[in-house]
């Protein structure tokens, strides 16, 4: 069952994307001008040199529009910051239709809401998550703005205040998830029913001084995994989906705390799922590494099984191509994008040798759905 299965699997995505895709790159840090794009075979595991599709000011964080043709971006310009919006046009050309100023600074993330009604961005710095309407076409409203508060105060300076970091829904698309790192624990919002607004539902406190981060569901949205920064962990949690609750189960560490102690600065900054439902990956920024797990379905417990260098400096970044047999690794210090293909069997990384293409301060990697 389980090879018919992923036969199947591969066979799928492999003829959807018989073509090179356009990826493209938010980036933040010196050298940068913008967004940028490339394309990326998977045939080979080559990604093209990259060209600028956009110029503005710290396009840290992209999301792509449900029906395709569009992409957003947290960003600044002028003295202002909020979500730029872009039309993508035959061969990856990006044109900006729409700019949309956000009152609580800049966002440290941005997600689409699966109905394209509306979508949110997380400021960390803010301390806030902001609900964006969107129009018949696309066009970003004025925001509200959601203030979180309190922090736990574990870790001094990083949790004294709310640091809201990622944001997202549930598979069902009836809530949004925030990860709040200065408080420990993730808020959750119950979407309205007319999709017009989002209200607070409730908290999944995670591990002290563990920082969330990132997360993401399980393929079969029974299980939450959800990244920790500061202590390089995931804290896995039991979804129920009917109450709008989480309850935490397990926490796996992703590095041995030898590894840890062995740099001066080590963070957890991405977490990923593969669609086989089997593994999961996340970045360890400072160590410079992937750490691969396996999942098992009925617990939800993670496995390390692999510690892979991403051949590159400062992982903030990290995502799978649309086959699910490439994951691309951006080293923000770096200025690169490498390339490691993925064993189907295994879920353990090979670095493809010669996959490294240099891309200005990647901080995001984006593979949008074609209109």
């Not at 990259?50 to 992409?71: D, M, N, Q, R, W």
């Not at 691309?328 to 064993?343: E, M």
């Amino acid at each position: 069952m389980k090879t018919t299965f992923l036969a199947a699997f591969l066979a799928l995505t492999s003829a959807a994307v018989a073509e090179p895709q356009t990826v493209y790159f938010g980036t933040g840090g010196k050298g940068a001008k913008g967004i940028y794009r490339g394309t990326f075979d998977a045939a080979t595991g080559k990604l093209s040199p990259v060209v600028l599709a956009a110029e503005i000011g710290s396009p840290g964080f992209l999301a792509a529009h449900p029906a395709g043709g569009k992409l957003y971006a947290v960003a600044r310009w002028g003295k202002s910051a909020g979500v730029v919006g872009y039309e993508i046009k035959p061969k990856g050309a990006l044109v900006e239709f729409a700019k949309q100023a956000n009152p609580d600074g800049g966002g440290a993330h941005i997600a689409v809401h699966p109905s394209g009604r509306f979508l949110l961005t997380a400021q960390y710095g803010g301390g806030s998550t902001a609900f964006f309407p969107l129009d018949d076409d696309g066009n970003p409203g004025k925001p509200v703005v959601h203030e979180h508060v309190g922090g736990s105060g574990v870790v001094p300076r990083r949790q004294d205040s709310p640091h809201p970091h990622w944001c997202g829904f549930s598979p069902d698309a009836s809530y949004a998830f925030v990860p709040d790192l200065g408080a420990d624990q993730i808020v959750i919002y119950k979407v309205a029913e007319d999709l017009a607004s989002i209200a607070p539902h409730g908290i999944a406190r995670s591990v002290p001084g563990g920082g969330p981060r990132h997360m993401r569901f399980s393929v079969d949205g029974r299980f939450i995994y959800l990244l920790n920064e500061l202590s390089l962990s995931v804290t896995t949690f039991a979804w129920d989906a009917k109450a709008g609750a989480a309850t935490r189960l397990s926490t796996t560490p992703s590095l041995s705390e030898e590894a840890k102690a062995a740099e001066s600065f080590n963070s957890a900054a991405e977490i990923l799922t593969h669609p086989s439902g089997k593994f999961v990956y996340s970045s360890n920024r400072g160590h410079d590494s992937v750490t691969v797990y396996k999942a098992d379905p009925a617990t939800g417990r993670l496995e390390v099984i692999q510690v892979q260098p991403i051949r590159g400096a400062f992982p903030r970044n990290i995502n799978l191509d649309p086959t699910g047999g490439w994951l691309l690794a951006a080293g923000a210090d770096s200025g690169t994008v490498a390339a490691h293909r993925i064993d189907p069997g295994t879920g353990k990384l090979t670095y493809h040798r010669g996959a490294i293409t240099q891309v200005p301060a990647p901080i995001c990697i984006l593979f949008p759905k074609a209109p």
